[in-house]
């Protein structure tokens, strides 16, 4: 079974620039979750959606932040304009159904400079 | 806020050690504590988990001790290897499947 696969792996911007990020969950998974991961922290949770519908997005900072799933399946996380802060690695991740074990794709290391 | 504490941020033990990772929280709705482990460059993956209705969860050289009272719970990784070096992390799980992790641990196993 292939895994969380996330794309590109590393990317480097100047700030005020814009990024997009994209994931697809594995196959048959209804939810998908976008975490951020500072350097030294653990994994926060950005945005959560089942199938296409957004379940909780209360820590994503809507002013810059946005994703979307089409289709219930991919999705892509984007930031504009980037700030400084938002140097980290942003992890997807996905699970059969609400309440199951959540699965991690290997991340997003993004660098502003 | 952060709503899962965890301690140490760092150690280092000896091949064949007992490794301890502490955590602690302070929302009682929390219904379900899972460890994850996370190698560099690679994303975390579910190591452990534990209902707390549950005291104890043993699963190979991984045991997770659970005090519901106290609101802690902790990770002993028993005989620990060289390849148990990783960060370890633990959280908490709302109702969801909405995880709040803890700061992480970072394990190096000298051999």
């Known amino acids: 079974e292939a895994g969380v696969a996330q794309s590109p792996r590393y990317k480097i911007i100047e700030k005020r620039q814009s990024v997009a990020f994209w994931c697809n969950p594995i196959?048959?998974?209804?939810?998908l979750y976008w975490y951020q991961q500072i350097l030294g922290q653990g994994p926060k949770l950005l945005i959560q959606?089942?199938?296409?519908?957004?379940?909780?997005d209360s820590q994503l900072p809507k002013d810059r932040f946005s994703a979307e799933r089409l289709k219930g399946v991919d999705s892509t996380l984007k930031i504009q304009p980037a700030k400084l802060e938002d140097s980290a690695v942003y992890l997807c991740?996905?699970?059969?159904?609400?309440?199951?074990?959540?699965?991690f794709g290997p991340g997003t290391r993004l660098t502003v400079t | 806020q952060q709503q899962v504490k965890q301690s140490p941020q760092s150690l280092i033990v000896q091949k064949g050690g007992i490794s301890i990772i502490n955590c602690a929280y302070e929302?009682?709705?929390?219904?379900?504590f899972p460890w994850y482990q996370q190698f560099p460059g690679k994303g975390p993956a579910l190591l452990i988990a534990?209902?707390?209705?549950?005291s104890e969860k043993k699963e190979g050289r991984f045991t997770i001790s659970f005090n519901k009272s106290a609101k802690q719970f902790s990770l002993h990784i028993m005989d620990s290897q060289p390849g148990d070096s990783a960060t370890y992390f633990c959280?908490?799980?709302?109702?969801?499947?909405?995880?709040?992790f803890g700061g992480g641990t970072r394990v190096l196993v000298k051999p």
């Open positions: 196959s048959g998974h209804a939810t």
């Open positions: 959606f089942q199938n296409n519908g957004v379940v909780d």
């Open positions: 959280a908490a799980r709302l109702g969801g499947n909405k995880l709040t």
């Open positions: 929302n009682t709705a929390f219904d379900y």
């Open positions: 534990i209902r707390p209705d549950v």
């Open positions: 991740a996905s699970s059969w159904r609400l309440a199951y074990e959540q699965y």
